[in-house]
């Protein structure tokens, strides 16, 4: 018969098939499985067939200290098989299944150097980190967060963060669903149709308890209490790819984190692949058959684009020749900086008051990209195009997910003057690009 599963249980001797009590021989050159045998059978020099008498052995025996100098290791197994048979503080059972140490001392050295050793403890903690270690290729990629944000109550962010409340770690879900049992008793002289209808109210709880889980979970796993923290991982990738990422955010809770993870680099991969693929294609169309003429393709390229904006710069210039008001102060500014001031050409206006003359846009990353209205916006707001192009970005992108935009969720998102802010407002909404909460 052979060991039954219990760490404790030792097969038995080769020889006698008696229970084997230390100390005993072990033979060093048969094996696996062990062969075994009791000091009786060794010194007969029992033999079996590959096994001979005079084979090397090893003498098996656990007297001998390992925590403490007066129990052996024998005893410590002891105590620990005792423990799991009697349960932890059942300390009278378990000294009297061990036989040779007293319930205060069996209390006294478990609680040592079992319970309150940190060293023991620490063993135990990098045991458990080694076994993570290992499971790190399967585990889920996103980290727990730091303490997350505390926003208050129904804000912008609150919501952002589905209602998660730091203090209490609970979200706010279904909060009112205890309310249809508060009411409900089961009683004995209950009709079978009323205790039909209460039986079936604690389902839909139950039910209304499974939908919490399953939500708490979604975040849990997904990393998604902090959401401010995963849109900054979600900016590592290509704008096209970050609108996929917004898209298709509500199709996480049915592929779980990895494979939604999978499936957005998939198609991160594809777009790379498509620009890649177009870029290919348009040396093939310019005739170019290998990557040296095509970084000299390149490099023309940026300077000919560099020279159409220089031409574009020229024609706003242009435009202020038109106006000898405009063109007088471009000139004065342009004076300015050659001598070293800061230019500041204050307008007089009809309120008595300074006020800052119009931004000029000349020469600014992101003009080209505005439409005349927009141009005109950021040079009477005084707003750089990058900027502006930013916020307009931030602004819609929050519409899209609320379904309109009220003025406050606008300045919580925007962290500039609240006058620019209501212009930037304002505008977007006359233009479409927003729409009113």
Request: charged letters at 30%.
């Amino acid at each position: 018969f052979g060991s039954t599963g219990d760490p404790f249980d030792k097969p038995p001797c080769r020889g006698c098939s008696s229970y084997l009590t230390e100390p005993y021989v072990k033979c060093a050159e048969c094996g696996p499985p062990p062969f075994l045998l009791c000091l009786q059978c060794f010194t007969r020099g029992f033999e079996y067939k590959k096994h001979q008498s005079d084979h090397t052995y090893e003498i098996m025996t656990s007297d001998f200290p390992v925590l403490d100098p007066n129990w052996t290791a024998q005893e410590e197994m002891a105590l620990l098989e005792a423990v799991m048979d009697c349960g932890f503080g059942n300390w009278q059972d378990v000294a009297n299944q061990m036989c040779t140490k007293s319930k205060e001392e069996c209390e006294k050295h478990y609680m040592k150097h079992f319970i309150n050793n940190p060293l023991f403890a620490s063993t135990l903690l990098n045991l458990k980190q080694a076994e993570e270690a290992q499971q790190n290729e399967t585990a889920i990629p996103f980290h727990p967060a730091d303490d997350p944000p505390r926003p208050t109550f129904d804000s912008l962010l609150s919501r952002d963060m589905a209602g998660y409340m730091p203090a209490r770690a609970d979200f706010e879900f279904d909060n009112y669903a205890e309310w249809d049992l508060r009411d409900i008793d089961f009683v004995e002289d209950d009709s079978d149709i009323l205790h039909a209808l209460k039986i079936a109210v604690v389902d839909i709880y139950h039910s209304r308890l499974k939908e919490r889980q399953r939500r708490k979970k979604i975040i849990r796993d997904h990393g998604l209490i902090n959401l401010r923290k995963f849109q900054i991982l979600e900016r590592r990738y290509p704008k096209e790819v970050q609108d996929l990422y917004e898209s298709m955010r509500r199709f996480a809770r049915i592929l779980g984190p990895v494979e939604h993870d999978k499936f957005i680099e998939s198609h991160a991969l594809e777009f790379e692949l498509r620009r890649e693929i177009k870029r290919l294609q348009e040396y093939r169309a310019a005739g170019i058959t290998n990557f040296c003429s095509a970084r000299t393709y390149d490099n023309l390229k940026r300077s000919r684009e560099e020279e159409r904006l220089k031409r574009t710069m020229l024609s706003e210039v242009l435009q202020y020749i038109q106006d000898s008001s405009a063109c007088q102060q471009w000139l004065s500014r342009q004076a300015d900086i050659d001598s070293g001031l800061t230019p500041t050409v204050p307008v007089p206006s009809n309120s008595g008051k300074r006020s800052a003359p119009p931004l000029n846009l000349t020469g600014l990353p992101g003009t080209e990209k505005l439409n005349e209205k927009e141009k005109e916006l950021c040079q009477m707001v005084r707003l750089v195009p990058g900027a502006y192009l930013e916020y307009k970005a931030a602004l819609v992108n929050e519409c899209n997910k609320q379904g309109g935009l009220r003025l406050a969720q606008a300045r919580a998102l925007i962290k500039i003057d609240v006058n620019k802010t209501r212009k930037i407002y304002d505008f977007l909404i006359r233009e479409g690009y927003i729409t009113k909460a």
